[in-house]
Each structure stands twice: as structure tokens, then as C-alpha cells.
């Protein structure tokens, strides 16, 4: 990591949250360290509350740190923009607008010519699988068609870096599937730097070059995984291979540990 | 044969036809009560004599004014001053609800004088702006405005902050995101607030013809009722309980074609 400008870094990031009524001081993030390079499909995987989504809130400009700083190309982040494209658990569309209207969103509210973002949006369409839905409204979709739209919505603004938090939290295991390897095929085209947040063991090892488990109170990164699965990855054999299962149990050894650790220190 | 029934095949008809069912019913039982003789003509005339009233006060007229001429008078005082409370009451509750420091100035009056009962408020506003039109202009118009007023703030402020947030990180500026995100995303509620205004300004009408009219359902109901002319007063109260209700009607009707994506995603 010396050389090398990274995409975006956490550099000793520290959140607290501090509630004047109740008197009491959350630390959410403690000390996080975290580089990323161009290209690079990162995880943050941990059980709610490990800080997982505060640490995206910085990333994204909704929040500032307490200490230390959050950099994108070497610049720390002062607001949200559009160049850190964000897809949460509800696909928060806008309800009023069709898709395409709803994709075409970020370039039309920044004075993009109308007649390459209109292209633009055929191809992303094309890509999250969507032809023949252009004119409909969300309430006329299903949750996972809608996540689709999202994706497309933050896309389509060729973001330094995806962000994107539990996006298939909310979607049933077979459209999970489905989403997960649509994911995986656009971002395969398009090589965005993303930053995934999840609490899914597999989702992280299937999606992700780099994971970091995080663990809560103080929220920290307490592992560093190399995914050393070669792409492309299909899910279907990666998930039974001896390999994927040997990674996954170290994981989920070292969260219960720690997570055990936790609960003893509250309780003395 | 069986061609002619699919007209009634609409969302929500079979509800409509009981609706109708229930109020044929309730005719018949107030028919069935006078003709019984079960209640005095006095306390409650028959729907025939009813129907008899209604021939005599389009024709005659109370007191020298035909009762389309009354209705006519109380729907344009209501409407004005519905059009006027929402022309002042959406803009303001959208400012309250986006700048705290507006909400702080103005939150405090609105809250002291929307649960005071209009009729209380005749004597100042009699005082204050006479007997004419303005006067009766004035409750109704307050009655209608407060309300809308807090609904559209409330509405602004409760505008989720995930949809607030995804609208940031689209690159928005402070006017986008009220003209393109809040505008819309209010949109629902700015109708609901007005259908509740309306339904509390139509009521507030009554009061408001108390004050020296001269022409008016409401002033006919109190006119008729001190000459103990049961009929007009109950004719009167019909002609009020189903114009309400209908506005009432009307408004979600521009509500479902105007937001049709409400209640759903």
C-alpha cells in the first residue's frame, strides 16, 4: 500500500456518538484502517450493529468523523455526491417517476445532455435486465426488480465507488441468488470500486476480492481476508467447494469468539 | 342481458352498492317511523313532506330567495375560502416544514388558535371585520387554513430521510431537493390535509351565516328553526351533510388521478 494511491481510505477513523439526555457515548468506529485499490470489490462484513453502516454513512458524505479522516483519491469527503453512488436495503425509489425517469435521475438533476444520458440509460437497463419495464412504476414491480432499478440508478453516474448496503437483505434467497450474480456480470463490465456491506458470511466470500470483519463495541476491523477464489465465480459450485467452506468457517470462528469476548467484558 | 351488469364490474362497486343499500334502508325506516305516526310530524317530518318542501323552496323561495340561490351563496363562500386556504396554507406549511426557523416563528400561533372552536371566535371577528361577507370569510378560511397548514408540515418533516439521503448522493442541490424530492413526496398529504380542512371549513359554515346573513343553507337552518318549520331545518341539514360529503368525494377523486402511486410502493 505504499506506492500506491489508493481509490479510498479510512485512516484511523473514529465515530462516537454521544447523547446529551441519556449521558452515554457510543463508540460506533474505533481506530478503522481500511484502504482500497481502483477496481477493487471490497467487503465489510459483520453482525448489526459491528459499525458496518456507519462506516458506509462516512464513506457516502451523510456523516463526518470524529477523528481521523475518510479520503476518496486521496481528498477527504466533506458532502454526499455523485460520485460515490449509494444502493441501500430499500431500493428508496422515487415513486412519482418511471424507471427510466428514476434511473435518469442523477444526470438530468446535473445538466447532463439529454441525448447521451437517454443512451446511457438503454444500456444500463439493458444490463440489470430490465427491457420492456422502462415505462412502469415502482409500485408496479417486484422488490427485486426494484433493487434493479436502484442499482442502475447509481450506476448510470459512473461513481468513483459503489457503495452499497445490504442490498439483498430484504429480497428472498432465490432472487438473492439472481441479484448477487447480476451484480457480479455488471460490475465484471464495468469494474467500479465497490464497498459492500453485509452480514451474509457467503454473500461476502462470493462477491468480494477483500473482506473485513468487523466486530461491534468498539466497532472495529478484527480480520483481513484475501478471497482467494479466481473469477468469474459461480456460486453454485464455489458455495459446496472444501476451499469456500474452510475460508468461510475461520470467518465465522473468529466473529463468534469475538463477539463471545464482547458480551463477557459487558456483563463485568 | 348478462352485458349490462359488466358496467358494475369496477374496484369497490359491490361496497358501493351496499352503501346504497344502507341508505335506501335508513329512507324507509324514517319513511316507515312518520307514517307509523310513531314520532310527531313536528320532531320529524316525512320524506314525502320533504320532498314537498323542496318543491315549495325552488319555487317560492325562503324568504324571497330560491334554495338553489342558498345553496348557491354557501358553496361560493366555502369554496373562496377553501381555494384561499390552500393558496396561503400549502406554501406556508411547506416553508414551516423545511426551515425550522419559520417553523419556531410560526408554530406557536397556529397551535394556539386551531383547536378554538370558530364559533368562539364570532364576537372578536365581528369586531373586528363587521357583519359582511369578510367576516364569514374569515372563520371559515381559518378553520380550513390551520388545518392544512399543520398536515403540510408535518408532511414535510416525515419525508423519509433514506429517500432525502439517496436524493444527496444523486447530486442535488438545496432547491432540487425540495422542488424534485419534498414537492413530490409531500404530494399525497398536501390532498389529505386539504380533504380534512375542507370537511372542518364546511362546518365551520353554520357558524360563520350566524353572523347577520341574510341568504345561506346554514342561515336557513337557524332562521327556519326559531319559526319551528322542522321540514326546512332537516331539508337544510340534508342539503349540508351531503354537500360535505361529496366534496369530500371530489377531493379523493383528484387525489387518486393526480398521486396514483399513494398507498402502494
Given at each position: 500500500?505504499?506506492?500506491?494511491?489508493?481509490?479510498?481510505?479510512?485512516?484511523?477513523?473514529?465515530?462516537?456518538?454521544?447523547?446529551?439526555?441519556?449521558?452515554?457515548?457510543?463508540?460506533?468506529?474505533?481506530?478503522?484502517?481500511l484502504?482500497?485499490?481502483?477496481g477493487?470489490?471490497?467487503?465489510?462484513?459483520?453482525?448489526?450493529?459491528?459499525?458496518?453502516?456507519?462506516?458506509?454513512?462516512?464513506?457516502?458524505?451523510?456523516?463526518?468523523?470524529?477523528?481521523?479522516?475518510?479520503?476518496?483519491?486521496?481528498?477527504?469527503?466533506?458532502?454526499?455526491?455523485?460520485?460515490?453512488?449509494?444502493?441501500?436495503q430499500?431500493p428508496?425509489?422515487?415513486?412519482?417517476?418511471?424507471?427510466?425517469?428514476?434511473?435518469?435521475?442523477?444526470?438530468?438533476?446535473?445538466?447532463?445532455?439529454?441525448?447521451?444520458?437517454?443512451?446511457?440509460?438503454?444500456?444500463?437497463?439493458?444490463l440489470?435486465?430490465?427491457?420492456?419495464?422502462?415505462?412502469?412504476?415502482?409500485?408496479?414491480?417486484?422488490?427485486?426488480?426494484?433493487?434493479?432499478?436502484?442499482?442502475?440508478?447509481?450506476?448510470?453516474?459512473?461513481?468513483?465507488?459503489?457503495?452499497?448496503?445490504?442490498?439483498?437483505?430484504?429480497?428472498?434467497?432465490?432472487?438473492?441468488?439472481?441479484?448477487?450474480?447480476?451484480l457480479?456480470?455488471?460490475?465484471?463490465?464495468?469494474?467500479?470500486?465497490?464497498?459492500?456491506?453485509?452480514?451474509?458470511?457467503?454473500?461476502?466470500?462470493?462477491?468480494?476480492?477483500?473482506?473485513?470483519?468487523?466486530?461491534?463495541?468498539?466497532?472495529?476491523?478484527?480480520?483481513e481476508?484475501?478471497?482467494?477464489?479466481?473469477?468469474?465465480?459461480?456460486?453454485?459450485?464455489?458455495?459446496?467447494?472444501?476451499?469456500?467452506?474452510?475460508?468461510?468457517?475461520?470467518?465465522?470462528?473468529?466473529?463468534?469468539?469475538?463477539?463471545?469476548?464482547?458480551?463477557?467484558?459487558?456483563?463485568? | 342481458?348478462?352485458?349490462?351488469?359488466?358496467?358494475?364490474?369496477?374496484?369497490?362497486?359491490?361496497?358501493?352498492?351496499?352503501?346504497?343499500?344502507?341508505?335506501?334502508?335508513?329512507?324507509?325506516?324514517?319513511?316507515?317511523?312518520?307514517?307509523?305516526?310513531?314520532?310527531?310530524?313536528?320532531?320529524?317530518?316525512?320524506?314525502?313532506e320533504?320532498?314537498?318542501?323542496?318543491?315549495?323552496?325552488?319555487?317560492?323561495?325562503?324568504?324571497?330567495?330560491?334554495?338553489?340561490?342558498?345553496?348557491?351563496?354557501?358553496?361560493?363562500?366555502?369554496?373562496?375560502?377553501f381555494?384561499?386556504?390552500?393558496?396561503?396554507?400549502?406554501p406556508?406549511?411547506?416553508?414551516?416544514?423545511?426551515?425550522?426557523?419559520?417553523?419556531?416563528?410560526?408554530?406557536?400561533?397556529?397551535?394556539?388558535?386551531?383547536?378554538?372552536?370558530?364559533?368562539?371566535?364570532?364576537?372578536l371577528?365581528?369586531?373586528?371585520?363587521?357583519i359582511?361577507?369578510?367576516?364569514?370569510?374569515?372563520?371559515?378560511?381559518?378553520?380550513?387554513?390551520?388545518?392544512?397548514?399543520?398536515?403540510?408540515?408535518?408532511?414535510v418533516?416525515?419525508?423519509?430521510?433514506?429517500?432525502?439521503r439517496?436524493?444527496?448522493?444523486?447530486?442535488?442541490?438545496?432547491?432540487?431537493?425540495?422542488?424534485?424530492?419534498?414537492?413530490?413526496?409531500?404530494?399525497?398529504?398536501?390532498?389529505?390535509?386539504?380533504?380534512?380542512?375542507?370537511g372542518?371549513g364546511?362546518?365551520?359554515?353554520?357558524?360563520?351565516?350566524?353572523?347577520?346573513?341574510?341568504?345561506?343553507?346554514?342561515?336557513?337552518?337557524?332562521?327556519?328553526?326559531s319559526?319551528?318549520?322542522?321540514?326546512?331545518v332537516?331539508?337544510?341539514?340534508?342539503?349540508?351533510?351531503?354537500?360535505?360529503?361529496?366534496?369530500?368525494?371530489?377531493?379523493?377523486?383528484?387525489?387518486?388521478?393526480?398521486?396514483?402511486?399513494?398507498?402502494?410502493?
Amino acid at each position: 500500500m505504499t506506492a500506491e494511491i489508493s481509490k479510498f481510505q479510512f485512516i484511523n477513523v473514529t465515530k462516537i456518538f454521544s447523547d446529551k439526555r441519556k449521558d452515554s457515548r457510543t463508540v460506533a468506529l474505533e481506530n478503522l484502517n481500511l484502504a482500497a485499490r481502483t477496481g477493487e470489490f471490497i467487503c465489510l462484513l459483520g453482525p448489526s450493529g459491528c459499525g458496518k453502516s456507519t462506516a458506509l454513512n462516512l464513506m457516502a458524505g451523510f456523516d463526518k468523523p470524529t477523528e481521523g479522516q475518510v479520503l476518496l483519491d486521496g481528498r477527504p469527503i466533506e458532502k454526499p455526491g455523485l460520485d460515490r453512488g449509494v444502493v441501500l436495503q430499500e431500493p428508496t425509489l422515487f415513486p412519482w417517476l418511471k424507471v427510466t425517469e428514476n434511473i435518469t435521475f442523477g444526470p438530468r438533476m446535473n445538466n447532463a445532455p439529454g441525448e447521451e444520458y437517454i443512451d446511457k440509460a438503454k444500456r444500463y437497463i439493458d444490463l440489470v435486465g430490465l427491457r420492456g419495464f422502462e415505462n412502469h412504476y415502482p409500485h408496479e414491480l417486484s422488490g427485486g426488480m426494484r433493487q434493479r432499478v436502484a442499482i442502475a440508478r447509481a450506476w448510470i453516474n459512473e461513481p468513483s465507488v459503489l457503495i452499497m448496503d445490504e442490498p439483498f437483505g430484504a429480497l428472498d434467497a432465490q432472487t438473492r441468488l439472481i441479484m448477487q450474480e447480476l451484480l457480479l456480470r455488471v460490475w465484471e463490465k464495468l469494474k467500479t470500486t465497490v464497498l459492500f456491506i453485509t452480514h451474509d458470511v457467503d454473500e461476502s466470500l462470493l462477491m468480494a476480492d477483500r473482506v473485513f470483519v468487523m466486530t461491534a463495541r468498539p466497532g472495529r476491523i478484527t480480520m483481513e481476508v484475501k478471497v482467494p477464489f479466481s473469477r468469474p465465480r459461480d456460486a453454485e459450485t464455489l458455495i459446496f467447494s472444501k476451499e469456500f467452506q474452510e475460508v468461510k468457517q475461520k470467518i465465522v470462528r473468529v466473529i463468534k469468539e469475538e463477539t463471545l469476548k464482547t458480551m463477557l467484558e459487558a456483563k463485568n | 342481458m348478462k352485458k349490462v351488469w359488466k358496467i358494475f364490474n369496477f374496484e369497490g362497486a359491490k361496497e358501493i352498492f351496499i352503501s346504497m343499500l344502507a341508505i335506501a334502508f335508513a329512507v324507509f325506516l324514517w319513511f316507515l317511523t312518520t307514517y307509523m305516526g310513531w314520532i310527531k310530524p313536528l320532531f320529524l317530518p316525512s320524506p314525502q313532506e320533504l320532498i314537498e318542501t323542496v318543491i315549495e323552496l325552488v319555487a317560492v323561495g325562503y324568504r324571497q330567495i330560491s334554495l338553489q340561490m342558498h345553496f348557491l351563496v354557501s358553496l361560493a363562500r366555502a369554496l373562496f375560502a377553501f381555494s384561499m386556504a390552500g393558496i396561503i396554507g400549502i406554501p406556508m406549511g411547506l416553508l414551516m416544514g423545511f426551515f425550522p426557523v419559520i417553523n419556531a416563528i410560526l408554530d406557536p400561533f397556529v397551535q394556539f388558535f386551531r383547536p378554538l372552536p370558530k364559533l368562539a371566535l364570532i364576537p372578536l371577528v365581528i369586531l373586528w371585520f363587521g357583519i359582511g361577507e369578510t367576516s364569514k370569510f374569515v372563520l371559515i378560511f381559518m378553520a380550513t387554513l390551520l388545518t392544512v397548514v399543520v398536515s403540510v408540515a408535518a408532511a414535510v418533516k416525515n419525508v423519509s430521510e433514506n429517500r432525502i439521503r439517496v436524493a444527496r448522493a444523486l447530486g442535488v442541490n438545496q432547491y432540487q431537493l425540495f422542488r424534485y424530492v419534498i414537492l413530490p413526496s409531500v404530494l399525497p398529504d398536501l390532498f389529505t390535509g386539504m380533504r380534512v380542512g375542507v370537511g372542518i371549513g364546511w362546518t365551520t359554515l353554520i357558524a360563520a351565516e350566524m353572523i347577520a346573513a341574510h341568504s345561506g343553507i346554514g342561515w336557513m337552518v337557524l332562521n327556519a328553526s326559531s319559526y319551528l318549520r322542522t321540514d326546512i331545518v332537516l331539508l337544510g341539514i340534508v342539503i349540508l351533510g351531503t354537500t360535505g360529503y361529496l366534496l369530500d368525494i371530489l377531493i379523493v377523486m383528484i387525489q387518486k388521478r393526480a398521486v396514483p402511486w399513494m398507498g402502494k410502493a
